[in-house]
């Protein structure tokens, strides 16, 4: 199975600031990578497939980027409803393993 | 709009089964399949498997082989997922998801706890 591993796995920030999540997969994965996200009690939204490519309806200051086994998620100018656990999901090859996570908090 | 609606909450004895069900509407059920994912209590997402509305066809994690079956029934457009033997690290919120292929599951369902506990 691939592995998933985001760092990190917890990181405080502001309302306005800019934030950076990776995720590097144990193999390579090509463009094969979603990112998640999910707030507390609720089911996980998908923000972007395809390692870059933003989903209908999802705020334009979420992007991603990255191929092969390095990924980044990039969050700009953070909300209050930006504070969620995020996840990212290899979509290469079954079973399509998720990392961790990394909880987002309010400083 | 997409709607994934599921059961409620089950509390089950050690090796017992559970099904839990998924209604979908909002979309065309049979050009699409449905994913299977599971969260043990303050834990990440893992993925179960997945079962296509066109042809019923499967693809389960191999952790999960031989204790999960994956349905659909195309004439209510509901999801199933059964698993058998149950034992108390299944405790975890179930959640089904519309998913062309099994790997990016778009549309979630609101979750379905199952607790096992003698």
């Known amino acids: 199975d691939i592995q998933m591993t985001q760092s990190p796995s917890s990181l405080s920030a502001s309302v306005g600031d800019r934030v950076t999540i990776t995720c590097r997969a144990s193999?390579?994965?090509?463009?094969?990578l979603n990112w998640f996200q999910q707030k507390s009690g609720k089911a996980p939204q998908l923000l972007i497939s395809?390692?870059?490519n933003l989903q209908s309806g999802v705020p334009s200051r979420f992007s991603g980027s990255g191929s092969g086994t390095d990924f980044t998620l990039t969050i700009n100018s953070l909300q209050p409803e930006d504070f969620a656990t995020y996840y990212c999901?290899?979509?290469?090859?079954?079973?399509?393993?998720f990392g961790q996570g990394t909880k987002l908090e309010i400083k | 709009q997409v709607q994934l609606l599921q059961s409620g909450a089950e509390v089950k004895k050690p090796g017992a089964s559970v099904r839990v069900s998924c209604k979908t509407s909002g979309y065309t059920f049979s050009k699409f399949g449905v994913t299977w994912v599971r969260q043990a209590p303050g834990q990440g997402l893992e993925w179960m498997g997945w079962v296509s509305a066109y042809n019923g066809g499967t693809n389960y994690a191999q952790r999960f082989q031989g204790r999960v079956t994956m349905t659909t029934d195309t004439s209510t457009t509901t999801g199933y997922m059964e698993l058998r033997s149950l034992r108390s690290d299944d405790t975890a919120v179930y959640y089904c998801?519309?998913?062309?292929?099994?790997?990016?599951?778009?549309?979630w369902g609101q979750g379905t706890l199952v607790i096992v506990s003698s």
């Open positions: 395809a390692a870059s």
């Open positions: 193999q390579g994965i090509a463009n094969y």
């Open positions: 998801a519309r998913d062309l292929w099994g790997s990016t599951a778009d549309t």
């Open positions: 999901q290899q979509s290469y090859s079954s079973p399509y393993t």
